[in-house]
């Protein structure tokens, strides 16, 4: 059985890479249910806590636990209740809809075609599943992408800028989406420029900037208000 968890905890969390110290001293809780918006300007450090969060980048010093313990204690079965959607997709361009998903349904021990059938009517390409993802769009890619990091029922869902590309149509089917794991309990991180997006979305800011945290608390409306006051008292 895969390890589970209802809470994600950075301790002290610092990483440098050589002299630059991308992230510094970040603690942070996050509980199952929020939407944290990981907020900060370009550089500012919210890719390298992303992951961080996703065990793909070691901090260089402090502490990440799932639950309470590390992941390094709980081994690959942690990895399995997290979820990501990276700037880079991970999609195989000369592959179909279909296969991609397909494919990464049977890593997971899957049932792989209903998998993937269910993806694709959440993408909102079920009618595109047997098309090349050479030909899609950016905006389609991004949808995909998003169903095949979620194919697998995570715990902890880690989204870097999942809007990009996509149009005012597919923003709102997204942002339901997000709205919906959380409320059947995920975790959902996500790391984003873009405020106007995150407004009304986010149940939480973080806010960083030069790899610190400046900021955690509630979001309570007037995203793009509260990050420039808290930039400005920095």
């Known amino acids: ?59 260089s010093s402090g502490r990440i636990t799932y639950g309470g313990s590390a992941a390094s204690s709980q081994g690959p079965e942690v990895r399995r209740r997290i979820g990501v959607l990276a700037h880079e997709l991970h999609l195989y361009p000369e592959l179909t809809a279909r296969q991609n998903l397909e494919f990464f349904a049977k890593l997971y021990g899957l049932p792989h075609r209903r998998a993937a059938d269910l993806a694709l009517e959440a993408a909102g390409l079920s009618d595109r599943g047997d098309d090349q993802v050479s030909e899609f769009s950016r905006g389609m890619r991004q949808r995909l992408a998003l169903e095949r990091s979620l194919l697998h029922d995570p715990r902890l869902v880690l989204l870097d800028e999942p809007f990009t590309g996509l149009d005012d149509r597919a923003v709102g089917v997204v942002a339901s989406r997000i709205k919906g794991l959380a409320a059947k309990g995920a975790i959902v991180v996500i790391a984003t420029h873009d405020l106007d997006l995150a407004d009304g979305l986010i ?29 400005e008292q920095a």
């Open 203 to 231: 149940t939480r800011m973080a806010v960083v900037r030069s790899g610190r945290l400046l900021s955690d608390g509630n979001a309570t409306g007037g995203t793009r208000q509260q990050y420039r006051s808290l930039l």
């Open 1 to 59: 059985m895969s390890a589970d968890f209802e809470r994600v905890e950075l301790l002290d969390v610092s990483r440098h890479f050589g002299r630059r110290r991308a992230v510094s001293r970040v603690s942070l809780s996050i509980q199952r249910g929020d939407i944290l918006g990981l907020l900060g300007p370009n550089g500012a450090g919210k890719s390298t806590l992303i992951g961080m969060l996703a065990t793909l980048v070691a901090p």
